[in-house]
């Protein structure tokens, strides 16, 4: 049976509990608009021994910048419990926005230095909101372990690195990206895409097969292998705000790859903003 | 017996077992140079039903300016050891600078508004580095309690904020000053002063006692109470950074004072900086 908790006591009370009754804590926050790569993540959690799972849903507002889809953000409340349900979640939490941040809330947790590049830079403010409420959901939920999306790259490396620093005693796992058959990563912003523009939206993935290939071939130069993404992405977006070949764990920019390099890409068609990323010399796409 | 730690590891290792073992663990996170000030943290720690106390010593150096004393802050270990011994301590936890700040490390945690006055504006940067060490010493140790001094009271107040917002789950407690007979507040900072200073420094217990007994004869401008505290510390001291009236919650600046006001005081006498408060209509100066 999944439990729906709303208040911030009773989520933290309700894993106090499972903790004390011997159970290995597993947690996955999600923004909710859930999908089979957040169930992966649910998966993953058993699988790195969770053995009572939680699920947070909170569309944090600290992570949108003003001009952002914060409003429209897709809220499936309903969709989600089934999904969580189904999936045997032990404990949906559901806070409001008031719970999360009281009146007087004035603390921000940042990451520097990884937060400088990629998303960082277009997307100002984004990764104090991300570190601010993980941390946050961390101190209430005190998980064993938490799972996060490589599709959201940077963002798991910030999060693995806040919490290496802040001594957070949870242990980060993350899920390789999950895709739909033709290539398309798994995204609740997927649901902005009308027909014509989610066909349009292949431009990413063909782009990162292109650079695979090419990678497997033996090309090291980082322009060769972001030319070579970016000349499929770009017929198919209206605008591109990157496409960079980085180091895998700095997150900076690099001439030459070595023997893994990190290839990201964030691209708008219309209103729609899509990331996504592989490792060449480590991921597969279909 | 006091057991010493040096690892962060061996020190959440060691709090671990005593949670296991039932212990409700209290912790005094401290620079070391130990007084009866922070004995009186250690004594308040187990008032508030700990049964296993860990003290930290770690001069901690991002809470310092670059013109501050960071380098001549004194360190005392084998004095302080013998404190904690004598106050039947379990663990003392004094890690190396990096193995607290490996290479790499780059979070920061902050409060606004409750730092943007007092020592905020004075010690820019002071309280970033503060919370950032807190809350990595609470991700470390994970105490059911941890004992704060009003002395810093800003601190106090900008930690409280800190655990709530960030829903750490740690309880706060705080212990009401602890001055020599003389009225001169405990502080690592004192060994600093020549026997001069140290009489010149009295200025500050006398300036806060002549607020007090006006705050009790009915005085309630900021302004009047501000001039008669200033007028005891003026004679006495190089230089004042302030004495201030504040709300006793949120520290902002007040003209009139309700049923309780903060008094704070931060002055110096050579190189040495003093600082000092009171909660005029609670705190009395014997």
Redesign the interface.
Known sequence: MTRIVES?AAF?GALEVARAMGHRVGFVPTMGALHDGHLALVSEARAQGATFVAVSLFVNPTQFGPNEDFTRYPRTFDADFARCRDAKVDVLFAPMREAMYPP???????????TDVLEGVHRPGHFAGV??IV??LF??A?PCVAVFGRKDYQQWKVIE??TR?????VEIAAMPTIREPDGLALSSRNRYLSADERQRALGISRGIRAAMRAFEDGERKAASLERLARAEIEPAFDSIDYVAIADPETLQPVDRTGERALLVVAAKIGKTRLIDNAVLGEDRLA
């Not at 007087?104 to 990884?114: P, R």
């Not at 620093?165 to 005693?169: A, K």
């Open positions: 911030p933290r007087g809330f004035s603390s921000v947790v940042e990451v520097k230095g990884l570190t601010t941390c946050k101190g209430l005190a690195r806040m620093d802040l001594d957070l005693p």
